[in-house]
């Protein structure tokens, strides 16, 4: 896995909604009705997390949710961090 340069972060940054990259990371911070909601969404980010086999550095404060991703391994923003943005994005928002 190849650590990706800002422009090609910017270039997919783009592509996706709701995510910045910030201090060697891309992020997002997402809002919900409530706690129950905010971690039912956790939940269900965790179980793909597993599948990828890729984690978040994340929080969750009541009904707002904070997810960081980087790749340790590389010390920077991969294609993996990516796919899992998306797949994050699709469990929030819808396909």
């Known amino acids: 896995m190849e650590k990706l340069t800002t422009v090609q972060i910017e270039e997919k940054l783009a592509k996706i909604d709701s995510w910045e990259y910030v ?3 891309i992020e997002t911070s997402l809002q919900f009705g409530n706690f129950k ?4 969404t956790m939940t269900r980010i965790a179980f793909e997390c597993e599948i990828q086999g890729h984690h978040p550095d994340w929080s969750n404060v009541y ?3 904070h997810i960081r ?5 590389v010390g920077g923003v991969t294609d993996k961090d990516f796919q899992l ?5 699709n469990i ?3 396909d």
């Open 85 to 89: 943005a998306e797949t994050i994005e």
């Open 23 to 25: 201090d060697g990371a």
């Open 37 to 40: 909601e905010a971690f039912a």
């Open 92 to 94: 929030v928002f819808g």
């Open 69 to 73: 991703l980087n790749t340790h391994d």
């Open 63 to 65: 009904n707002t949710l």
